[in-house]
């Protein structure tokens, strides 16, 4: 089975082309990791039979913390805590990727105590139906929120991680800079796809010169918002061409505004376009949405559409989803 099959990203080996995706599992205290952690990850990759694991989103800064139980990595003090945590994804040999974001205009004041920042002041609807006109950032404070990112990435790494991915997913901040639909910037973070981009270009050059060359850079890119209006897949296809040219080591596709499952889409879903940055760079690509079975999962590899299959809510589910599918 091609699942089976390892894979390499730089010094890095995965035993399988399983992945489990970030999920939320909201169980810190005060943003640090607990027990709680620890059994969630154990109960999954414990017996080595998922390649890579993709931690939960960790907020960089309190600014952009998106909900109470999340991880926090903006200060050294969280690195043991982490430390912990990877040590008990690799007991059976599975690597670990730390996803870093931060959310931008989803960041509720209510929680964080600040102004919600965005690329622009628009108004924009959240997911509970509240209306958010969000503060426009300035170069400067880009520039802040940057080295808050390429700080968390180098914590990652002294934690034991393998890589460390860039959330530009989900209607998140980079993907608020990114969608046409929330960045109405008239500076050099936006109108043109490049300069839509050009924030997620400066993260991942400065998260480079945090890390080193052999150290996993991923993101998640929140490629097409399904809208009218909204980013495209040409859009992302372009985008993650730059982003191979910019040093990325694997591109995680999932949804933008739309978020992980778009509307009126069948699962699984982003094969659209995964199958087309796939033809478009040599880099892996690892694709989540909607996957359930290993015979789409074979299919998916087969056809070329991903080189990584993510296997979220089933794994939710089903904690041994390897070996009730895959290692019978
Ligand atoms: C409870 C839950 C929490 C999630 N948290 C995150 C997250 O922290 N970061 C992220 O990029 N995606 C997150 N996602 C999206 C998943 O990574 C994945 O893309 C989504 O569940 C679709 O894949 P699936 O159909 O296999 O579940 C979350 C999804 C769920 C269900």
Not at 65 to 74: E, F, H, L, V
Not at 142 to 168: L, N, S
Not at 224 to 236: R, V
Request: net charge negative.
């Amino acid at each position: 089975m091609l699942i089976k099959e390892p894979l390499k990203i730089k010094n890095t080996l995965f035993n399988n082309r399983i992945v489990m995706p970030p999920m939320a599992s909201e169980k810190t205290e005060n943003g640090r990791i607990t027990e709680g952690h620890h059994h969630y990850y154990d109960k999954r990759c414990g017996s080595g039979h998922i390649g890579l694991v993709v931690t939960e989103h960790m907020y960089i800064m309190p600014q952009g913390q998106a909900t109470p139980g999340q991880i926090y990595i903006g200060d050294d003090a969280c690195i043991e805590g982490l430390r912990s945590l990877t040590d008990v994804i690799h007991r059976g040999g599975t690597k670990c990727i730390a996803q870093i974001n931060h959310a931008g205009y989803k960041s509720p004041a209510a929680l964080t105590g600040m102004e919600p920042v965005g690329p622009s002041a628009v108004e924009a609807r959240l997911k509970n139906g509240d209306i958010v006109l969000p503060h426009e950032l300035s170069a400067d404070e880009i520039k802040e929120i940057t080295a808050a990112f390429a700080a968390a990435a180098k914590r990652a790494k002294a934690a034991g991680y393998d890589g460390v991915e860039i959330h530009g997913a989900h209607g998140y901040l980079l993907c608020q800079f990114y969608s046409p639909l929330s960045n109405k910037r008239c500076d050099a973070y936006g109108g043109s796809l490049e300069n839509r981009i050009r924030f997620h270009l400066e993260v991942i050059a400065a998260v480079r010169e945090a890390v080193g060359e052999d150290f996993i850079v991923a993101i998640r890119m929140g490629g097409c918002d399904y809208t009218e209006g909204g980013s495209t897949i040409a859009d992302c296809v372009e985008a993650c061409r730059l982003f191979e040219q910019a040093g990325i080591d694997l591109l995680d596709l999932s949804g933008g505004h739309c978020s992980y499952q778009p509307v009126g889409k069948a699962a699984p879903y982003f094969e659209d376009m995964s199958s087309a940055v796939k033809a478009a760079v040599s880099v892996p690509v690892l694709l989540t949405g909607g996957i359930v079975d290993a015979e789409t999962a074979e299919r998916l590899l087969r056809e070329n559409a991903c080189d990584l299959v993510g296997i979220g809510r089933a794994l939710l589910k089903d904690p041994h989803w390897p070996e009730t599918h895959i290692y019978k």
